[in-house]
């Protein structure tokens, strides 16, 4: 997906350096050269052993190497690739590079580019939040900066909040996106359920739940900017359509699978949609009535198709890679491991939708994914930050 491209990467000081290490190996993977510039800060992170062996080039440290400016001035090194990336970008880096101060390599080189420049920026909630952080990030973004991060979480201090480095995958689609590159999704055909489903009981009444379609729709618009095609099968919902996704409009269950069938074959398949398990086997097609002296009517209910399960059954148009979602309320784990089982998908984002949570319907997930490889429990994010990691997840699938 990156073949032939140059990524220079600078590594600043932070904890989170670590993971500038499975950068150089996705860039790496993803078919990019990649050049590690080290600074003093980052050096108290990781080795420039470690980066050197990962991105097998040499890594720079120093301003002036009297071997370096022979071989190649630094003015040079800021030229020769594509794009900058500065990941971790710690407060401190950012705060030279909205100064134009240049006191190291690092700095120096982001004041001697032409080429774009992307940072990751990953800190203490609080330093994040600051005004003069805020005031760098809004000047560097006005010049043109692109920023990817940080994310919401929980954080290596023990404070929870903006302040984590994007995952690695994630910062990768977006160095994949300013390259102009089609994204690690393009080509691929991907299904997305999302919303609820009304499941009428006369011309004016309906069986609903409280599903918003926001962590569907986000995963829509995640896989989208990903460059897959996307085909949103979605319930009614209050939201706008996420951009460049194709959407088909349903009401019931029943004409959501309709839909579904209707949109393959498909490359993945991802069921968001909170589907109602039962429909109104005596619905009636004038709007009832209370009679005096007459009880209440009684429903019968029947069940739904269960639309992952019919996706995920064997056979030449089964989507290579069928994701299901487990909204609990108790017992998530145990539930949701069952439920991957049973329905015979590949992957369950699993929930916890107890009211006390606040999910259903909000605007955050704290969401445990779990695989054939296992399990991963991933931190309490906005919804459109648990999307971007599922859609990079989707794309690490798909190109293994
Ligand atoms: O069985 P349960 O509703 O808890 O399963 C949740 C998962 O199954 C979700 O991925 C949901 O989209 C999907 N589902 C479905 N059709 C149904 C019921 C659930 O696709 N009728």
Known sequence: MLAGKRVLLIVSGGIAAYKALELVRLLRRAGAGVRCVLTAGGAQFVTALSLQALSEEKVHTALFSLTDESEMGHIELSRSADLLVVAPASADI????????????ASTLLLATDKPVLAAPAMNVRMWLHPATQANMASLRARGVAVVGPEEGAMACNEFGPGRLAEPPVILATIGRLLGQAGPLAGRHVLVTSGPTHEPIDP????????????????????????????????????????????????TATEMLVACEAALPADVAVCAAAVADWHVANAADRKLK?????????????????????????????????????????????NAAEKLARKGCDWIVANDVSPASGIMGGEENAVLLITAQGEEAWPRLPKQQVAERLAARIAEALGQ
Request: net charge positive; with cysteine; proline share 10%.
């Open 204 to 251: 004016v009444r309906y069986l609903a739940n409280r599903s918003s379609g926001r962590q569907g729709h986000a995963i829509a618009g995640a896989l989208a900017a990903c460059g897959a095609r996307v085909t949103l099968v979605c319930g009614p919902v209050a939201i706008a359509d996420p951009p460049g996704v194709g959407v088909r409009r349903v009401e």
């Open 290 to 334: 209370k009679r005096p002296g007459a009880g209440p009517p009684t429903l019968d209910l029947a069940p739904n198709p269960d639309i992952l399960a019919t996706l995920s059954r064997p056979g030449p148009s089964r989507p290579r890679l069928v994701v299901g979602f487990a909204a609990e309320t108790e017992d998530v784990r145990r």
């Open 94 to 105: 950012l705060a030279k590079m909205a100064a134009g101060i240049a006191d190291d390599l």
